[in-house]
């Protein structure tokens, strides 16, 4: 049973940094690519970062530069660090994986930025 929950979300100010982390279980986690969306409020889905099983990482313009995504494989952890935090952030943050074809999403944390 594939299971990724998610934690580390909450109220920052502006230009103030969290660090966002996803736990996997049920898969090969060191082979598989991993990914964080966020999800705000009348706006659909989108991504914003992923990291491949070598490293590889893909970042949206919106948070590149802002955001690094990272993976400890001897923890089954993947992690997403957000510095210089903006309200347009703010945001519903899920977990991602794609294991044996079948999307899987963690329950997601709110992360919000205000002051």
């Known amino acids: 049973q594939v299971q990724l929950v998610e934690s580390g979300g909450g109220l920052v100010q502006p230009g103030g940094s969290l660090r966002l982390s996803c736990a996997a279980s049920?898969?090969?986690?060191?082979?598989?690519?991993m990914g964080w969306y966020r999800q705000a409020p009348g706006k659909e889905r989108e991504l914003v970062a992923q990291?491949?099983?070598?490293?590889?990482?893909i970042y949206p313009d919106s948070v590149k530069g802002r955001f690094t995504i990272s993976r400890d494989n001897a923890k089954n952890t993947m992690y997403l660090q957000m510095n210089s935090l903006k309200p347009e952030d703010t945001a519903v943050y899920c977990c991602?994986?794609?294991?044996?074809?079948?999307?899987?999403w963690g329950q997601g944390t709110q992360v919000t930025v205000s002051s």
């Open positions: 990291i491949n099983s070598g490293g590889g990482t």
């Open positions: 991602n994986v794609v294991w044996y074809g079948r999307g899987y």
């Open positions: 049920g898969i090969i986690f060191r082979i598989s690519t």
